[in-house]
C-alpha cells in the first residue's frame, strides 16, 4: 500500500471536461469515498488513476513515482468496475487466479492464494462455474476476490454496491470496512450513495461537474460543509437552505424570510457583527435540528403546516411548509403527527452555517 | 400477443406466407430443375415444370473435359476454348479469390472496427463514410478500375482481384464488425490491462473469444459476396483468372444460344460450397447474427 | 373501503419454475400499497400480469368487482409508469401530456385546454414548451405521471421508477410523489425492493418472497409486528440483530437466556425450550455506563458516522451488533455494555421462523 496523490489532473472528452483541476492526497492505508451524482467524474477519476485514460494535464503519484505516462499493466493497481467486468469465459476459479497468472506466479502458489480468498469470501462454490450463472452479490464477490488477490499500491472499487438491492447493500457495506482492515489496503472507493460514503470512509471528497468540493472527514463534510453543494448532498435527508435577509432593530439582530423571522442570540449577536455578513444571505439547518412540536412553545414558536410525515420505524421525516419555505426535519418516532396538521417549529441557525447566496459558499467565522 | 387471432385473420396470414414461400423458393427450384433437363427442353413453352426424361449431361459437360469436348465439337461457333475445358479451374480461381479476399476482409475489418470503436479513430461520423463507399454501384467505378489495374500491372491476375474484392467488401465488414465488439464492454479489457495483460495480448485472449461467432458471421456473408461476384471478374480478368460466375456466363453457343441447362448444372453445383461453410458454423451463426442487432 | 382491485389465487410458471404461487391480494380505492420483495421474489411478474402483458396459469384478477383476466391491458384502463419513466425526449412535455390526453379520446380542441390544466395540477406550467430530454429527474417523474394520470386509470402501476436514480434524489421525489398520490386519490401499487421506499409511501405494505405474499399490513405493523424472521430482517435500516439464545419454556413462564448473562422473563409463549433468536433493532439498544442487571458486555469494533448518528458494530456471541446511538467519542477496541429495550424486541422461533408474540419482558434480577 502507498500514499496516492493526484496533482490537478484534467480529463477532456470532445468538448466535456470530464475532470477539472482535481488534486487529491490520499494517506497510506486510507479508505478514501469519492461521492458525487452520476457523471460528476467519478469513474474518470478512477480510470485516469489506474491509466485506461490518459490524463489531458497533471500527475499521478503514487508511492512517491510518477505514474502519469505509465500503461496499466504496468501499475500494480486493482480496479473493481462498476459493471463487475468478469471474464465471461473463464470460470470462477481462472477469473480470480487471472492477476497472479499474468504475473508468472508457479500454479501452487495460485491455488493456495485462490482457495483462500475463496473461503474469506464464501465464494468456494463459484470457483468451478461460470460468471453467468452466479448471481448479481456473487459476481460482486468473486470480482472483489480477483482484485485483492495481488496486493498492489492500490485498490479502487467503482461503485460496487449500486447494482444490489437495497437489502443486500446495507448488509454488505460493512463488508468493505472489514476487508479495509484486514487488508490494511489504501482504499478509494467512489459511489452516489452518500450514506455508503459516510460509513465508510476515514475521509470523503465531493465532487461535482469534474471538480472537488470538499475534502474532509464525515463530520467535516457533515458539520462544516463548505458549500451548498455539499450541504444539500451529504445527509438524509440533506441540509435546509433558506433565503432570508439579516437585519438589525433595537439592537437586536434577526434573520427575516418570506412568512417567518428568526431573532438572533444576544449572545451570538457579537460574532455575528464581526463577521461582516451582507443583508442579503442564506441558512443551513440539518433536519434534526429542527424543533417541531404539537403546539406551540418557546423553543419551536413559529406556526407550519405538515405537508407529509414518512415513518421509517427508527425515526420520522417531516415535510412542512414555513411560509413560503418548505422544510424538512427529522424526528424521534412514536408522536401524534401526521400530513395537513398544523406543527410549530424552532431553528436556531448557527453562525458557520450561513451562506452567500450569490457564490453558495457558506462564510468562514472570523479565528 | 393479446387477445386470440380470428379464423380468418390466421388464414389470410397462411395465405400470405404461402405465397411469399412460393415466390422465394421458386427460382431455387427451377435452376435445379432445369439443370436436369436434356437440351430440347431448356427453352420449351409451355415450360416444362419438372423433365420427363433428367438427364446428367449438362453436369458431365460441366465436370468431364471430354464430354465438355465432344459437346463443344458438334456446337457451331465459340464456346470457347476456356469452356470446352471443365469447370474444375473455374471452381479453383473462384475458391481461392473468394476465400482470400475473405480473409482478407475479416483481417482488416477487425483491426480497423477495433481502432474505430476503442480508439473514436476518425471522429464520430466515421463508420458512415465508409458506409456512403459502399453505396456507390460497383459499375461507377468499373472503367477507372480497369485503366487503373492496368496501370498497376494487376490486370487478371489473382492478386488483382482479391485487393479489389477485399476493397469493396470492406466497409462491409468494418460495419459488421463493428456493432460485435460494441457488444462487448470495454471495461473487460480494461479489466485484463489493469491485471497485468498487454494490450494485444488482452484482445486476443478477452475480446477475440467473444466476437467469434461475429466475425464467422461477417465472414460467411463476405465470402457469399465475393463467391457470387461478377462485374469486376469480368472487367479486370482476360481469361487468365476464370470464376465461377465467369464460367457460367461463358456457356454460350452461335447455335445453341445460352446453354441454360450447363448454367443451371453450374449454378447449382456452386451453391454448395456457400451452403456447406454455413452448415459448419451454424453453431455461431446465430449467436452472431443477433449478437450486433440487439442495440443496449 | 371499496376494493379497487382484487387478485385471487394468482399463479406463474417460467421454464419450469414458480415465479409466483397462489398469490391473493386486494387493494382498496386510493389506497397505496407497496410490493415489496428482493429482486425474483415474482413482484415485477405480478405488476405485470395486473397490468396484462403477462397470462396468468391460474387464479382471477378483478378491477372493480369485475374479472378482467381476458382483457388487454389498454381495456382494463391502467396506467402504467416503469424504471426509466419512457418520457418522450424529443418532444415537448406539452405534446408529451397531450398523448396522454388523446388516448383518454379528448378531441384536438378541448385537449389544449386540458393540457394547460394538467400542467398547472402538476406543477409543469413552467415547463411546458421545454423538450422532454433537457428535463431533469424530478421534472420527468412528474411528466410521466401526469401523463399516465391523465388517463385517468383506474389503478396505477408503478415497476421500481427511482431505482435508477441517484439516492439524494430519491428522498425528495418519495415526498412529491406521495402528495400527489394523496391529493388525486389515485389507487396505486409501487413495487420496490426498498424497505425505506415502501415504509415511507405506502398505507400498507405487502412483502413478497419467492413467489408468495408472506405479510400484508401498515408499515408500523410491518416494522413492529413482523410475522417472520424474513420480514423482520428484511425491514429496516440498519437491519435487525439476531441474537442467539437459550429459551427454557415452563407451565407458566418462559425464561430467555442470552449470551453474556443476562436473562429475561415472561409468561407463557407458544414456543419449545431451546436455541432460538431475540430480534433486536439497532436502535433499542442502550449503552449504560456500567455492568447493570441485563447488561451485556461487547467490544467497539467499527462505527458507521452519519454525522446526526452513529452505527456501532459490537462484537457479541461471535457476530456483529449493530446500535444505533448518538454521535459521541468513542474508541475501537473499548467495551460497551449494552442493554435492550424489552418492549421492543422479537421472539423467533428457530425451527418454523415465526415471530412469537408475547406480553411482557422482564429482566431477570
Known amino acids: 500500500m502507498s500514499t496516492v496523490a493526484v496533482e490537478r489532473l484534467r480529463k477532456v472528452f470532445n468538448k466535456i471536461t470530464a475532470l477539472d483541476d482535481v488534486s487529491l492526497a490520499i494517506g497510506r492505508g486510507e479508505f478514501l469515498c469519492v461521492v458525487g451524482r452520476t457523471n460528476a467524474g467519478k469513474s474518470t477519476l478512477l480510470k485516469t488513476i489506474a491509466g485506461l485514460y490518459r490524463a489531458d494535464g497533471g500527475r499521478v503519484i503514487i508511492g512517491g513515482r510518477d505514474f502519469t505516462l505509465l500503461p496499466p499493466h504496468k501499475r500494480h493497481i486493482s480496479l473493481l468496475f462498476q459493471n463487475i467486468a468478469l471474464f465471461p469465459t473463464m470460470t470462477g476459479y481462472e477469473n480470480i487466479a487471472f492477476p497472479l497468472r499474468t504475473a508468472n506466479?508457479?500454479?501452487?502458489?495460485?491455488?493456495?492464494?485462490?482457495?483462500?480468498?475463496?473461503?474469506?469470501?464464501?465464494?468456494?462454490?463459484?470457483?468451478?462455474?461460470?460468471?453467468?450463472?452466479?448471481?448479481?452479490?456473487?459476481?460482486?464477490?468473486?470480482?472483489?476476490?480477483?482484485?485483492?488477490?495481488?496486493?498492489?499500491?492500490?485498490?479502487?472499487?467503482?461503485?460496487?454496491?449500486?447494482?444490489?438491492?437495497?437489502?443486500?447493500?446495507?448488509?454488505?457495506?460493512?463488508?468493505?470496512?472489514?476487508?479495509?482492515?484486514?487488508?490494511?489496503?489504501?482504499?478509494?472507493?467512489?459511489?452516489?450513495?452518500?450514506?455508503?460514503?459516510?460509513?465508510?470512509?476515514?475521509?470523503?471528497?465531493?465532487?461535482?461537474?469534474?471538480?472537488?468540493?470538499?475534502?474532509?472527514?464525515?463530520?467535516?463534510?457533515?458539520?462544516?460543509?463548505?458549500?451548498?453543494?455539499?450541504?444539500?448532498?451529504?445527509?438524509?435527508?440533506?441540509?435546509?437552505?433558506?433565503?432570508?435577509?439579516?437585519?438589525?432593530?433595537?439592537?437586536?439582530?434577526?434573520?427575516?424570510?418570506?412568512?417567518?423571522?428568526?431573532?438572533?442570540?444576544?449572545?451570538?449577536?457579537?460574532?455575528?457583527?464581526?463577521?461582516?455578513?451582507?443583508?442579503?444571505?442564506?441558512?443551513?439547518?440539518?433536519?434534526?435540528?429542527?424543533?417541531?412540536?404539537?403546539?406551540?412553545?418557546?423553543?419551536?414558536?413559529?406556526?407550519?403546516?405538515?405537508?407529509?410525515?414518512?415513518?421509517?420505524?427508527?425515526?420520522?421525516?417531516?415535510?412542512?411548509?414555513?411560509?413560503?419555505?418548505?422544510?424538512?426535519?427529522?424526528i424521534p418516532p412514536n408522536h401524534p403527527l401526521n400530513a395537513d396538521l398544523r406543527a410549530w417549529v424552532g431553528l436556531r441557525p448557527e453562525p458557520h452555517h450561513l451562506l452567500s447566496r450569490e457564490t453558495g459558499v457558506f462564510f468562514q467565522l472570523a479565528s | 400477443m393479446f387477445g386470440e387471432d380470428k379464423a380468418w385473420a390466421r388464414c389470410l396470414k397462411r395465405t400470405a406466407m404461402c405465397i411469399a414461400i412460393v415466390i422465394a423458393f421458386f427460382p431455387i427450384f427451377w435452376l435445379i430443375s432445369t439443370s436436369f433437363k436434356p437440351i430440347d427442353e431448356w427453352q420449351k413453352f409451355p415450360p416444362v415444370w419438372i423433365s420427363s426424361q433428367p438427364t446428367l449431361q449438362n453436369y458431365r459437360i460441366v465436370f468431364a473435359p471430354k464430354a465438355a469436348q465432344e459437346f463443344a465439337a458438334k456446337q457451331q461457333g465459340a464456346i470457347g476454348y476456356k469452356v470446352s475445358g471443365s469447370a474444375w479451374k473455374a471452381f479453383g480461381d473462384s475458391a481461392v479469390v473468394a476465400t482470400a479476399a475473405t480473409v482478407l476482409s475479416v483481417l482488416f475489418g477487425t483491426l480497423a472496427a477495433y481502432s474505430i470503436v476503442r480508439f473514436h479513430t476518425g471522429g464520430d461520423s466515421?463508420?458512415?463514410?465508409?458506409?456512403?463507399?459502399?453505396?456507390?454501384?460497383?459499375?461507377a467505378v468499373v472503367v477507372p478500375m480497369v485503366i487503373l489495374f492496368s496501370m498497376l500491372r494487376l490486370s487478371d491476375t489473382y492478386f488483382g482481384l482479391i485487393l479489389a474484392y477485399t476493397a469493396f467488401t470492406l466497409p462491409f465488414s468494418i460495419w459488421m464488425i463493428r456493432s460485435f465488439i460494441e457488444e462487448v464492454p470495454e471495461e473487460l479489457e480494461g479489466a485484463a490491462l489493469i491485471y497485468g495483460m498487454r494490450p494485444l495480448h488482452a484482445f486476443l485472449k478477452v475480446t477475440f473469444p467473444l466476437i467469434r461467432g461475429g466475425l464467422l458471421a461477417t465472414a460467411l456473408f463476405v465470402f457469399i459476396l465475393n463467391w457470387s461476384e461478377f462485374l469486376f471478374a469480368l472487367t479486370l480478368t482476360t481469361g487468365h483468372v476464370v470464376t465461377v460466375t465467369l464460367q457460367v456466363a461463358n456457356y454460350v453457343s452461335a447455335s445453341s444460344g445460352k446453354l441454360y441447362g450447363v448454367q443451371a448444372a453450374m449454378g447449382t453445383v456452386s451453391t454448395l460450397p456457400v451452403i456447406f461453410f454455413g452448415y459448419i458454423i451454424q453453431r455461431h451463426l446465430v449467436r452472431g447474427l443477433s449478437f450486433g442487432a440487439i442495440k443496449r | 373501503m371499496m376494493t379497487k382491485l382484487k387478485l385471487s389465487g394468482i399463479s406463474k410458471r417460467?421454464?419450469?419454475?414458480?415465479?409466483?404461487?397462489?398469490?391473493?391480494?386486494?387493494?382498496?380505492?386510493?389506497?397505496?400499497?407497496?410490493?415489496?420483495?428482493?429482486?425474483?421474489?415474482?413482484?415485477?411478474?405480478?405488476?405485470?400480469?395486473?397490468?396484462?402483458?403477462?397470462?396468468?396459469?391460474?387464479?382471477?384478477?378483478?378491477?372493480?368487482?369485475?374479472?378482467?383476466?381476458?382483457?388487454?391491458?389498454?381495456?382494463?384502463?391502467?396506467?402504467?409508469?416503469?424504471?426509466?419513466?419512457?418520457?418522450?425526449?424529443?418532444?415537448?412535455?406539452?405534446?408529451?401530456?397531450?398523448?396522454?390526453?388523446?388516448?383518454?379520446?379528448?378531441?384536438?380542441?378541448?385537449?389544449?385546454?386540458?393540457?394547460?390544466?394538467?400542467?398547472?395540477?402538476?406543477?409543469?406550467?413552467?415547463?411546458?414548451?421545454?423538450?422532454?430530454?433537457?428535463?431533469?429527474?424530478?421534472?420527468?417523474?412528474?411528466?410521466?405521471?401526469?401523463?399516465?394520470?391523465?388517463?385517468?386509470?383506474?389503478?396505477?402501476?408503478?415497476?421500481?421508477?427511482?431505482?435508477?436514480?441517484?439516492?439524494?434524489?430519491?428522498?425528495?421525489?418519495?415526498?412529491?410523489?406521495?402528495?400527489?398520490?394523496?391529493?388525486?386519490?389515485?389507487?396505486?401499487?409501487?413495487?420496490?425492493?426498498?424497505?425505506a421506499e415502501a415504509l415511507s409511501m405506502s398505507d400498507r405494505v405487502a412483502v413478497m418472497r419467492?413467489?408468495?405474499?408472506?405479510?400484508?399490513?401498515?408499515?408500523?405493523?410491518?416494522?413492529?409486528?413482523?410475522?417472520?424472521?424474513?420480514?423482520?430482517?428484511?425491514?429496516?435500516?440498519?437491519?435487525?440483530?439476531?441474537?442467539p439464545c437459550d429459551v427454557t419454556a415452563d407451565v407458566a413462564t418462559t425464561a430467555i437466556a442470552l449470551p453474556g448473562g443476562a436473562v429475561l422473563h415472561t409468561s407463557a409463549v407458544p414456543i419449545a425450550s431451546g436455541r432460538h433468536w431475540l430480534g433486536v433493532r439497532p436502535h433499542d439498544i442502550e449503552l449504560v455506563a456500567e455492568a447493570l442487571p441485563g447488561a451485556v458486555p461487547a467490544p467497539l469494533r467499527f462505527v458507521e458516522n452519519f454525522g446526526a448518528r452513529h452505527v456501532l458494530h459490537a462484537e457479541y456471541a461471535g457476530d456483529l451488533l449493530r446500535i444505533e446511538v448518538v454521535p459521541a467519542a468513542r474508541s475501537i477496541g473499548e467495551m460497551l455494555h449494552l442493554r435492550f429495550s424489552t418492549g421492543r424486541v422479537l421472539l423467533i422461533d428457530r425451527t418454523s421462523e415465526r415471530v412469537v408474540p408475547f406480553r411482557q419482558l422482564e429482566v431477570a434480577a
Not at chain 1, 458549500?227 to 438589525?248: H, Q, T
Not at chain 3, 422532454?132 to 399516465?148: D, F, K, W, Y
Not at chain 3, 413467489?211 to 435487525?240: K, M, S, W
Open chain 1, 105 to 330: 506466479v508457479p500454479a501452487d502458489a495460485i491455488e493456495r492464494r485462490v482457495r483462500s480468498i475463496g473461503q474469506m469470501l464464501k465464494v468456494e462454490h463459484l470457483l468451478n462455474r461460470l460468471p453467468r450463472t452466479f448471481s448479481g452479490g456473487e459476481q460482486q464477490r468473486v470480482a472483489i476476490g480477483r482484485a485483492i488477490i495481488q496486493p498492489g499500491d492500490l485498490l479502487m472499487l467503482d461503485e460496487p454496491l449500486t447494482n444490489l438491492d437495497a437489502s443486500i447493500r446495507i448488509r454488505l457495506r460493512i463488508e468493505f470496512k472489514k476487508l479495509h482492515r484486514e487488508l490494511a489496503q489504501t482504499i478509494i472507493y467512489v459511489t452516489h450513495d452518500q450514506v455508503e460514503a459516510m460509513s465508510l470512509s476515514d475521509r470523503v471528497a465531493v465532487l461535482d461537474g469534474g471538480r472537488i468540493q470538499q475534502i474532509g472527514s464525515p463530520d467535516d463534510v457533515y458539520h462544516r460543509p463548505v458549500n451548498r453543494f455539499v450541504a444539500e448532498f451529504i445527509g438524509s435527508p440533506p441540509m435546509n437552505i433558506i433565503d432570508a435577509d439579516l437585519s438589525e432593530f433595537d439592537g437586536r439582530l434577526s434573520l427575516i424570510g418570506t412568512g417567518f423571522s428568526l431573532p438572533v442570540e444576544e449572545s451570538e449577536g457579537q460574532r455575528w457583527r464581526q463577521m461582516k455578513l451582507p443583508r442579503r444571505l442564506a441558512f443551513g439547518v440539518r433536519p434534526e435540528r429542527v424543533i417541531v412540536a404539537p403546539g406551540p412553545t418557546n423553543d419551536a414558536p413559529i406556526g407550519a403546516k405538515i405537508l407529509w410525515v414518512e415513518h421509517l420505524g427508527n425515526r420520522s421525516i417531516i415535510a412542512l411548509r414555513m411560509g413560503e419555505v418548505t422544510l424538512t426535519a427529522v
Open chain 3, 14 to 195: 417460467f421454464s419450469g419454475r414458480d415465479a409466483v404461487r397462489d398469490l391473493s391480494l386486494t387493494l382498496g380505492r386510493g389506497e397505496f400499497l407497496s410490493l415489496l420483495g428482493p429482486s425474483g421474489c415474482g413482484k415485477s411478474t405480478t405488476l405485470g400480469m395486473i397490468a396484462g402483458f403477462i397470462p396468468p396459469d391460474a387464479g382471477d384478477i378483478l378491477i372493480d368487482g369485475s374479472r378482467v383476466n381476458e382483457l388487454s391491458p389498454q381495456q382494463r384502463r391502467i396506467g402504467l409508469v416503469l424504471q426509466d419513466y419512457a418520457v418522450f425526449t424529443s418532444l415537448t412535455v406539452r405534446a408529451n401530456l397531450s398523448f396522454g390526453l388523446e388516448v383518454k379520446g379528448l378531441k384536438r380542441g378541448k385537449r389544449r385546454y386540458a393540457v394547460d390544466e394538467l400542467a398547472r395540477q402538476f406543477d409543469l406550467f413552467d415547463l411546458l414548451d421545454r423538450r422532454g430530454g433537457s428535463l431533469n429527474m424530478s421534472e420527468m417523474q412528474r411528466v410521466a405521471l401526469a401523463r399516465t394520470l391523465a388517463t385517468e386509470p383506474e389503478l396505477l402501476l408503478l415497476d421500481e421508477p427511482m431505482s435508477n436514480l441517484d439516492a439524494e434524489i430519491r428522498a425528495r421525489l418519495r415526498g412529491e410523489l406521495r402528495q400527489l398520490q394523496k391529493s388525486l386519490a389515485q389507487t396505486v401499487l409501487y413495487v420496490t425492493h426498498d424497505q
Open chain 3, 210 to 243: 419467492d413467489g408468495e405474499i408472506v405479510q400484508v399490513a401498515t408499515p408500523h405493523e410491518i416494522y413492529y409486528r413482523p410475522a417472520n424472521r424474513f420480514v423482520a430482517e428484511f425491514i429496516g435500516d440498519p437491519p435487525l440483530n439476531m441474537i
Open chain 2, 126 to 139: 466515421y463508420p458512415f463514410q465508409f458506409l456512403m463507399v459502399r453505396m456507390f454501384p460497383p459499375i
